[in-house]
């Protein structure tokens, strides 16, 4: 069944609620409703894709052809049910999404459920009347503010009631003073323009564009919605073509079609549903070859501090702020756009248009750094080469030396266009070959090969998260990564079938563990959990064995980069991965800010901010994450020793968090200052 068949026939369905871009159907109602050929379709791509979980309602997508397996596990036992589990299946690309909202305080949930079902229904006069209850009290008035369940809440105490055990409304006798003031809360005019902020520096998303080299000056750029134009200044001083538009700041900015569009932090201050997702679409329409959509992330714990306002929240400022989890934004953009996302960092997603360009940025965060003395350092001379070169060797060393890293760094020959000085190598020794062969005798061949086997795990990790993300076209790869493949495999073929199988290792946790064991022994840094998790600074992770990086490379897929992470936990058996991060790396006795639990089971991710929900946490192992030769090492361990000196008697497993360590400090009657610990008068 084509795009235009599964159209009609959802057009002609007579039964399901029916909103502007979709059609939901409960199970009940599945055989007898749909056209055989559409239900047909249906239990052949669950089958095909071995869907088990459960679920009891379908959605229909109008504009896309796509379906959603949702489950309400208390259809017919609670009034208005709560979403636990919902499945997006893309019936082109014939892949699937999980979404989890079963630990969530705000999941969607459900309103006149006599339009999913038949008349026959055995519960079909209940259904009724549970909608008419709500409709006597004014509950469906405005539909967009009640999908979901803290709205939905604050709405009906707004009416004066609440809801008993079975979620059947309730009259409460005396209305409170609070709720009788909340009900002015919706017809408030929400002040838009206040969400705009100043920046003395570039915003989180022109800086991962900044890190990836796309503002080097080859892309136009279209700031769309601009706010206050500290980015759009930035990027003009440094001689960019940059255009911007704001609907409050800059409304008569120009809104060019652009290379790279930026639609920063403006999807979560919109609060009208349909006008969010037209922002969304009008940006996406006006991009060449990357969008870039950053949003504000927050967990259940934060919003309970806010008031909720249709399906976002009202701040002190009486603007509307949308938060999102990491995998509600990137699923929201997927289905909005039916297009797939590429995570850049916490609220930070990237949409390609240019296929090309998608793979040389996955291709290159497989490598250390583009310094092309990643892996070596100054190149030793092994022994003299014969007379009648020399001179010319050493004539022309440093463009020789230079050329030798451009070779360390491929793993191969470079080709014309991948060294700058290609010309002079040619001009002086004939071409890359010959120049190559000279260099035989000069420097270590053995280096090379080593270079040539980091740049064959570099890309077996690289392909196998391409078959994890499900990128597999062949005609989407840069002519770069082309020769890579002639130089290092048999074919394109013979790389995706290897990494196919670092893939499936992925699955086995006592591989995960070897790995973990092997690494801890190489680097001797870091800290081992006997058959639990290894622990390791996130600056080794592309040294790391080829397993360890696709398995965090898989979690992080989710996250984004990791810039900013300090600390990467690879847990061996519970298929998770946690990332660290601290205030300052560099002090004694840094601080945990923020720790990133990434399930690879269900792809979901739980943030944990320290400081505010938790006491910070120093790191008192800091030691084990230092390289043993070091001068810090040494540092390390003398403060190490002070620090246990005022601890003395405590297991260091039962170190305090740092609000009681300064406690302690105060004690002794000293405070810490950079490394050293000064005396209070």
């Given at each position: 069944?084509?795009?235009?068949?599964?159209?009609?026939?959802?057009?002609?369905?007579?039964?399901?609620?029916?909103?502007?871009?979709?059609?939901?159907?409960?199970?009940?109602?599945?055989?007898?409703?749909?056209?055989?050929?559409?239900?047909?379709?249906?239990?052949?791509?669950?089958?095909?894709?071995?869907?088990?979980?459960?679920?009891?309602?379908?959605?229909?997508?109008?504009?896309?052809?796509?379906?959603?397996?949702?489950?309400?596990?208390?259809?017919?036992?609670?009034?208005?049910?709560?979403?636990?589990?919902?499945?997006?299946?893309?019936?082109?690309?014939?892949?699937?999404?999980?979404?989890?909202?079963?630990?969530?305080?705000?999941?969607?949930?459900?309103?006149?459920?006599?339009?999913?079902?038949?008349?026959?229904?055995?519960?079909?006069?209940?259904?009724?009347?549970?909608?008419?209850?709500?409709?006597?009290?004014?509950?469906?008035?405005?539909?967009?503010?009640?999908?979901?369940?803290?709205?939905?809440?604050?709405?009906?105490?707004?009416?004066?009631?609440?809801?008993?055990?079975?979620?059947?409304?309730?009259?409460?006798?005396?209305?409170?003073?609070?709720?009788?003031?909340?009900?002015?809360?919706?017809?408030?005019?929400?002040?838009?323009?206040?969400?705009?902020?100043?920046?003395?520096?570039?915003?989180?998303?022109?800086?991962?564009?900044?890190?990836?080299?796309?503002?080097?000056?080859?892309?136009?750029?279209?700031?769309?919605?601009?706010?206050?134009?500290?980015?759009?200044?930035?990027?003009?001083?440094?001689?960019?073509?940059?255009?911007?538009?704001?609907?409050?700041?800059?409304?008569?900015?120009?809104?060019?079609?652009?290379?790279?569009?930026?639609?920063?932090?403006?999807?979560?201050?919109?609060?009208?549903?349909?006008?969010?997702?037209?922002?969304?679409?009008?940006?996406?329409?006006?991009?060449?070859?990357?969008?870039?959509?950053?949003?504000?992330?927050?967990?259940?714990?934060?919003?309970?501090?806010?008031?909720?306002?249709?399906?976002?929240?009202?701040?002190?400022?009486?603007?509307?702020?949308?938060?999102?989890?990491?995998?509600?934004?990137?699923?929201?953009?997927?289905?909005?756009?039916?297009?797939?996302?590429?995570?850049?960092?916490?609220?930070?997603?990237?949409?390609?248009?240019?296929?090309?360009?998608?793979?040389?940025?996955?291709?290159?965060?497989?490598?250390?750094?583009?310094?092309?003395?990643?892996?070596?350092?100054?190149?030793?001379?092994?022994?003299?080469?014969?007379?009648?070169?020399?001179?010319?060797?050493?004539?022309?060393?440093?463009?020789?030396?230079?050329?030798?890293?451009?070779?360390?760094?491929?793993?191969?020959?470079?080709?014309?266009?991948?060294?700058?000085?290609?010309?002079?190598?040619?001009?002086?020794?004939?071409?890359?070959?010959?120049?190559?062969?000279?260099?035989?005798?000069?420097?270590?061949?053995?280096?090379?090969?080593?270079?040539?086997?980091?740049?064959?795990?570099?890309?077996?990790?690289?392909?196998?998260?391409?078959?994890?993300?499900?990128?597999?076209?062949?005609?989407?790869?840069?002519?770069?990564?082309?020769?890579?493949?002639?130089?290092?495999?048999?074919?394109?073929?013979?790389?995706?079938?290897?990494?196919?199988?670092?893939?499936?290792?992925?699955?086995?946790?006592?591989?995960?563990?070897?790995?973990?064991?092997?690494?801890?022994?190489?680097?001797?840094?870091?800290?081992?959990?006997?058959?639990?998790?290894?622990?390791?600074?996130?600056?080794?992770?592309?040294?790391?064995?080829?397993?360890?990086?696709?398995?965090?490379?898989?979690?992080?897929?989710?996250?984004?980069?990791?810039?900013?992470?300090?600390?990467?936990?690879?847990?061996?058996?519970?298929?998770?991965?946690?990332?660290?991060?601290?205030?300052?790396?560099?002090?004694?006795?840094?601080?945990?800010?923020?720790?990133?639990?990434?399930?690879?089971?269900?792809?979901?991710?739980?943030?944990?901010?320290?400081?505010?929900?938790?006491?910070?946490?120093?790191?008192?192992?800091?030691?084990?994450?230092?390289?043993?030769?070091?001068?810090?090492?040494?540092?390390?361990?003398?403060?190490?020793?002070?620090?246990?000196?005022?601890?003395?008697?405590?297991?260091?497993?039962?170190?305090?968090?740092?609000?009681?360590?300064?406690?302690?400090?105060n004690y002794w009657k000293v405070e810490l200052k950079g490394w050293r610990f000064t005396g209070i008068k």
């Amino acid at each position: 069944m084509n795009f235009p068949e599964y159209k009609a026939q959802i057009k002609s369905l007579s039964v399901g609620k029916k909103l502007p871009t979709a059609i939901y159907l409960h199970q009940s109602a599945f055989n007898e409703a749909l056209p055989d050929s559409l239900a047909q379709l249906i239990n052949r791509v669950i089958l095909k894709l071995s869907i088990n979980t459960p679920w009891n309602l379908i959605k229909f997508y109008k504009r896309d052809f796509k379906i959603t397996l949702l489950h309400y596990p208390d259809f017919e036992k609670y009034a208005y049910p709560e979403l636990k589990h919902s499945t997006t299946i893309d019936l082109i690309e014939m892949r699937y999404k999980n979404t989890d909202y079963s630990a969530s305080n705000n999941p969607p949930i459900l309103h006149r459920k006599e339009t999913l079902v038949l008349n026959s229904h055995p519960l079909v006069a209940q259904f009724k009347a549970i909608t008419l209850e709500g409709e006597k009290i004014g509950l469906y008035q405005n539909t967009k503010t009640i999908g979901f369940k803290q709205a939905w809440l604050t709405l009906i105490k707004q009416k004066g009631h609440s809801l008993d055990e079975f979620g059947r409304l309730i009259e409460n006798k005396k209305p409170t003073i609070q709720a009788l003031t909340e009900n002015l809360a919706p017809t408030t005019k929400i002040q838009r323009h206040l969400t705009a902020i100043n920046r003395d520096r570039l915003s989180a998303p022109f800086q991962r564009l900044a890190k990836h080299g796309y503002l080097n000056g080859d892309y136009s750029i279209l700031d769309y919605g601009c706010g206050l134009q500290d980015d759009l200044r930035e990027l003009e001083a440094h001689g960019l073509d940059v255009n911007g538009w704001d609907p409050v700041h800059l409304p008569d900015g120009n809104k060019p079609a652009s290379d790279i569009v930026n639609l920063g932090f403006v999807l979560n201050v919109i609060e009208d549903q349909t006008e969010r997702e037209e922002a969304l679409r009008e940006a996406f329409k006006l991009t060449n070859k990357l969008l870039v959509v950053s949003v504000m992330l927050t967990n259940d714990a934060r919003l309970e501090h806010f008031k909720p306002f249709k399906d976002g929240v009202i701040t002190k400022w009486n603007t509307f702020q949308k938060y999102y989890s990491q995998s509600q934004i990137k699923e929201y953009i997927e289905d909005t756009l039916n297009h797939s996302c590429v995570t850049l960092g916490q609220g930070i997603i990237a949409i390609f248009k240019d296929k090309q360009l998608e793979e040389h940025h996955h291709l290159e965060k497989q490598y250390n750094s583009l310094d092309w003395q990643h892996i070596t350092v100054r190149p030793k001379v092994s022994a003299k080469p014969q007379q009648t070169t020399y001179s010319l060797l050493e004539k022309y060393y440093t463009l020789l030396e230079t050329f030798w890293q451009h070779c360390l760094h491929y793993g191969r020959i470079p080709s014309n266009d991948e060294f700058e000085m290609s010309a002079q190598i040619r001009k002086h020794f004939g071409s890359h070959n010959k120049a190559f062969h000279l260099l035989t005798d000069l420097f270590n061949l053995e280096e090379f090969e080593r270079a040539k086997q980091k740049r064959k795990q570099d890309l077996l990790v690289y392909f196998a998260l391409s078959l994890f993300g499900k990128r597999q076209a062949k005609s989407h790869l840069p002519p770069r990564l082309m020769r890579d493949i002639k130089n290092q495999f048999n074919s394109f073929n013979d790389a995706q079938e290897q990494a196919q199988s670092l893939l499936f290792s992925v699955s086995q946790p006592i591989l995960i563990g070897q790995a973990c064991y092997h690494a801890f022994e190489q680097f001797n840094i870091g800290t081992l959990n006997d058959n639990h998790s290894y622990v390791f600074p996130a600056s080794l992770l592309n040294n790391m064995p080829s397993i360890i990086r696709l398995y965090v490379g898989c979690a992080t897929q989710l996250y984004g980069d990791l810039d900013e992470i300090d600390l990467i936990k690879v847990h061996m058996r519970s298929g998770k991965v946690t990332l660290l991060k601290y205030d300052d790396f560099n002090k004694p006795l840094p601080l945990l800010t923020e720790r990133i639990k990434i399930r690879l089971i269900d792809l979901d991710i739980d943030f944990f901010f320290y400081g505010d929900e938790y006491p910070y946490q120093p790191l008192y192992s800091k030691i084990d994450y230092l390289d043993k030769g070091s001068n810090e090492y040494t540092k390390q361990q003398r403060f190490d020793k002070k620090l246990a000196a005022m601890l003395k008697g405590v297991e260091k497993a039962e170190w305090p968090s740092w609000p009681i360590l300064l406690k302690v400090f105060n004690y002794w009657k000293v405070e810490l200052k950079g490394w050293r610990f000064t005396g209070i008068k």
